[in-house]
């Protein structure tokens, strides 16, 4: 059997992978104590360098001013240099033709290592002088002992400042941390709670000033405001669209039961099954394709473009006219403009024959449909205009949300989706749609604003409603 040893992991990676070790605030607090540290330890080597090269020099210049002393003194009374006879004394030697002639008693009788001007270790740490005068090479070791001392002194006073700052920089360092991420932990405790209950709100200011971190609450909470309002929307439409389907689902299954006795059914009521089947199914496909729609409007801008609006109204009238049969539709445009504006030609055609359709849908029978098209402050507008009955006041509110339908219209087939897609629409397009309805008419009317740059031209096929992939046969409804 073969056994892999698995290498254990050191101290080093262990601590590193430590959730303690991961927290922000706990590198943060290393960090600047670090800093600190390193910052200490550069001051400190500077100090004791430059400190040193001063003891360096002040040596040497002693050394030499010593000597010179010396020399003046000794050619009097050479018994001078005999007086030297501490350890911490100047040892002198004297040498003639390469021999000791004379020496102090503190020093041995040669001196070691070479006779050059240096800092020599032996026999004694110093600064070693070499000149020669009146036929005598002088050679003079200035004791450097007390320097060196004084360095060590100046490096260990420097090594505990380094580690006192250290300390206190990470003491510094955990404080600072602590205040400045406190905001953090509280917005993070905010988003566990919202978490837990499954209940989300905006997040508090974590700081009375308009700081970044008030800023990030600020961002944080309207995202949270967007995702839940998304997420509501979602659940809404997940169970407008379960009740718009049961119905149809329960035609399809009843009328399946009615199948299953192949053999005795008579002719006419399999027709009728059949014929309620496709009725069922195309209801569910619309309500699909439709609800596909909406979401795509509202989730998906188009590239506007410069359309013309004369063109739209005039294809749409046109259109219209052919499938109007109970009813007289004209349309009027703006004389000599071609009411340019920026947006989707497919999505703004769409947009208008949401309108007729639901004029061709709710006008009273013989009444005329009248499309307009006029100039308003800030742009242009297409109102569809229908002789039908009113709508009531407390509906006009609620008739660009999906699924919704008048008292007075639900016995008519619809999905209740049209109005919301043109409101899409031409939110998408930076425009609006309104109503308004009395005893005299009912008038749906779409709004775009005039363009403020110039835009890409148009294509044709996209005026015609062949360039979209997501703009469904129309099945519009109030």
Do not use: C
Request: neutral net charge; proline residues 6%; charged residues 20%.
């Amino acid at each position: 059997m073969l056994f892999v040893q698995t290498p254990m992991p050191n101290l080093a990676t262990i601590i590193a992978r430590s959730p303690r070790w991961q927290s922000l605030r706990t590198k943060l607090t290393a960090q600047t104590a670090l800093s600190i540290g390193a910052l200490v330890v550069t001051m400190a080597l500077i100090t004791v360098t430059a400190v040193s090269i001063h003891l360096y020099d002040a040596a040497r210049s002693q050394a030499q001013a010593f000597y010179f002393n010396l020399s003046a003194i000794a050619r009097i009374n050479p018994g001078v240099i005999s007086q030297y006879a501490r350890p911490v004394d100047p040892h002198i030697w004297l040498l003639r033709h390469g021999s000791v002639a004379l020496h102090s008693p503190n020093s041995a009788s040669q001196p070691r290592g070479p006779l050059l001007s240096q800092i020599v270790t032996k026999p004694i740490f110093a600064w070693r002088l070499v000149h020669k005068s009146d036929g005598y090479l002088w050679v003079v070791d200035w004791p450097l002992a007390p320097d060196r001392d004084l360095v060590q002194d100046l490096m260990v006073v420097m090594a505990s400042v380094t580690v006192g700052a250290s300390f206190a920089g990470a003491l510094l360092g955990r404080w600072t941390t602590h205040r400045v991420l406190e905001p953090v932990s509280t917005m993070t405790h905010s988003v566990e709670s919202m978490l837990n209950h499954q209940h989300y709100q905006p997040i508090d200011a974590p700081s009375p000033h308009n700081d970044e971190f008030t800023q990030l609450a600020s961002v944080l909470s309207r995202l949270i405001t967007t995702l839940e309002d998304r997420s509501q929307r979602d659940r809404m439409l997940l169970a407008e669209a379960a009740h718009q389907l049961r119905t149809p689902l329960e035609v399809i299954h009843g009328n399946l039961a009615i199948l299953t006795d192949w053999e005795h059914i008579e002719p006419q009521t399999e027709k009728d099954t059949l014929e309620a089947l496709r009725r069922a199914t195309e209801d569910m496909t619309t309500l699909v394709e439709n609800l596909l729609t909406l979401e795509h409007a509202r989730n998906y801008h188009q590239k506007l473009v410069t359309i013309s609006l004369s063109d739209l109204v005039e294809e749409v009238g046109e259109d219209a006219k052919a499938v109007a049969s109970p009813h007289q539709v004209t349309y009027a445009l703006d004389p000599g403009r071609r009411a340019l504006v920026s947006g989707d030609p497919v999505g703004s055609r769409r947009a208008i024959w949401v309108l007729v359709e639901n004029a061709l849908k709710y006008a009273n029978p013989d009444s005329a449909i009248h499309i307009r098209l006029k100039r308003t402050a800030g742009g242009f507008a297409v109102s569809v205009i229908n002789q039908g009955d009113p709508i009531p006041k407390d509906e006009l509110a609620s008739l660009f949300d999906r699924f919704y339908r008048g008292k007075r219209t639900r016995h008519i087939r619809g999905s209740g989706l049209g109005l919301a897609i043109a409101k899409a629409l031409m939110e998408s397009q930076h425009g609006s749609i309104s109503v308004t309805s009395d005893q005299r008419a009912t008038v749906f009317t779409l709004f775009w604003p005039a363009p403020s740059v110039s835009s890409e031209p148009s294509n044709p096929k996209d005026r015609l409603g062949l360039a979209s992939n997501f703009i469904l046969p129309p099945d519009s409804d109030r």
